[in-house]
């Protein structure tokens, strides 16, 4: 039986990237947690004279996960938003400059999370790059490198 497994991915280019793993194991797989770090830099051609910020939102989820939220969002205050998902974790990470960024995350879930045979795992990436009065750059040099490195815990 399968105990755990490290799923690894790298990601440096705009717009949404999707990374999919399937199961091929037969039977639904019960997922107890997530743990890894997720880290971002700029890219070895990137100016470093420039006040850009590189931003990757970031998902490990599965078909179906959105079903999984009897909830809704309010009205969030002015100036804010919120969202609700059925995300097994979720990532926000901005870099400026040349430094680098190392989140570390360990998600434990209560009771296992059920990924049926046939739904794979993925994860979802969206990286930009935003200059200092808020304007998206799409000078491919000045992209995030996004790392995600995890284990999968069963």
Known sequence: MIRFFH????SWGYGISIFSINNNT??????????????????????????YVRQSLTALTFSGAST??????????????QGVDGNLA?????????????????????????????SPLQLYVINATYGPNGQSITI???CIDLEVQM????
């Open 140 to 142: 491919l040099a000045e």
């Open 90 to 118: 979720s990532w926000n990470i901005k870099q400026t400059m040349r430094n680098v960024i190392h989140l570390p995350f360990d998600v434990k879930f209560p009771t296992p999370v059920r990924i049926p045979v046939g």
């Open 26 to 51: 037969g039977s639904d797989l019960l997922i107890t947690g997530v743990v890894g770090t997720v880290s971002a830099a700029a890219l070895p051609e990137a100016s470093t004279m420039q006040e």
């Open 68 to 81: 999984n939220v009897p909830f809704t969002v309010g009205t969030p205050p002015s100036n804010s938003n």
């Open 7 to 10: 799923w690894g991915i790298e």
């Open 151 to 154: 284990t999968i815990l069963m």
